[in-house]
């Protein structure tokens, strides 16, 4: 049988694909419902005066480094921030008025933080537990674990999680964790929340909060759009948006609702349930080092007919043509 590489290859891609169709076990990779207790925020951007009081807040809780620039100083705002390693949340300010009902306010100002996602993608993409998601719903951080691969940073959709590149010894990865305090055992009690002049930040249930929402859009359709950010994107979050303009001119992702974990860990648990793929992957290297080591074919016996045809194509070529040589 002519069993040539092309065809070894075939087979072996044959047969990973076929262990890619292997159902999964029961169970795998299905996220549960969000719990009722998962709290969170509601964010009426509409509210803010773009204080910062919030920014002070989270940075006096988490005992971060003071700023250079005082936190009265609204300069900061003219320029695009994201959360960083030292500032776990921000508040940016965009030209333009808050709704269509406040057109003599000249600016909108947006707050961003760690989302806490109901299927946080850091928490799916982490390989050693390092980041999870409390029964409160806050995606907290356990750095003794963390072996800083940084896969929370590119999982994230929010873009959020931050790293510490300038501490050579014990880097961390940080962000919000909603002042969750995962050593003292308490959970969710975002500072931000309570330091709002505003009421910007209302901080409760999820499920009251979303029902609020809905309530101000019922009764402001003149102010809000009629969509609550969070609700819905990649799967819901635990921080809630009522917003007057399009998010995407206030610093928001427009995102898909689908949760990033459905689609990856379901593609992960497809392919390598019960380590079958790997197997077949590796034997598929072991018959192509096999066929390219296998010892040379022996030379047919010197009756056989392919022997003669072989030892008569010599003396053909002494003989020559008929007539010539002399």
């Excluded at 799916?124 to 998601?133: E, F, N, P, W």
């Amino acid at each position: 049988m002519d069993f040539d590489r092309r065809a070894l290859l075939k087979m072996g891609l044959g047969a990973t694909a076929g262990v890619a169709t292997v159902p999964r076990a029961a169970g795998a990779a299905q996220a549960e419902e969000p719990s009722p207790d998962f709290m969170g925020v509601l964010v009426d951007t509409t509210l803010c005066i773009g204080c910062r009081k919030c920014e002070e807040a989270c940075n006096r809780r988490n005992h971060l480094p003071r700023t250079a620039v005082p936190f009265s100083d609204r300069e900061v705002l003219r320029t695009f921030r994201r959360p960083t390693a030292t500032a776990f949340t921000v508040v940016n300010e965009f030209h333009g008025s808050p709704s269509p009902d406040q057109a003599g306010v000249p600016f909108t100002h947006a707050k961003v933080q760690c989302m806490h996602c109901l299927y946080p993608s850091c928490v799916s993409a982490c390989i050693v537990g390092a980041l999870t998601k409390a029964s409160d719903g806050a995606v907290v951080y356990n750095p003794t674990i963390c072996i800083g691969c940084r896969y929370c940073q590119v999982a994230c959709p929010f873009e959020v999680p931050a790293y510490e590149f300038d501490e050579p010894l014990v880097p961390r990865v940080r962000k919000c964790e909603f002042c969750a305090d995962r050593a003292a055992g308490t959970g969710a009690n975002p500072a931000c929340a309570a330091a709002c002049p505003t009421e910007t930040l209302v901080f409760g249930h999820r499920a009251e909060l979303l029902a609020m929402a809905k309530d101000r859009i019922k009764k402001r359709p003149d102010r809000y759009i009629n969509h609550v950010y969070g609700e819905l994107e990649v799967g819901g979050t635990s921080w809630l948006y009522l917003v007057g303009r399009p998010v995407r001119e206030i610093g928001l992702l427009d995102l898909p609702e689908t949760p990033p974990p459905h689609l990856t860990e379901a593609i992960q648990h497809g392919i390598f349930n019960y380590g079958i793929l790997p197997i077949a992957f590796y034997g598929l290297l072991a018959g192509l080092m096999w066929h390219n080591n296998r010892p040379p074919a022996t030379n047919p016996p010197p009756g056989s007919p392919n022997g003669e045809s072989r030892r008569a194509a010599p003396s053909g070529e002494q003989r020559g043509p008929a007539g010539g040589g002399r």
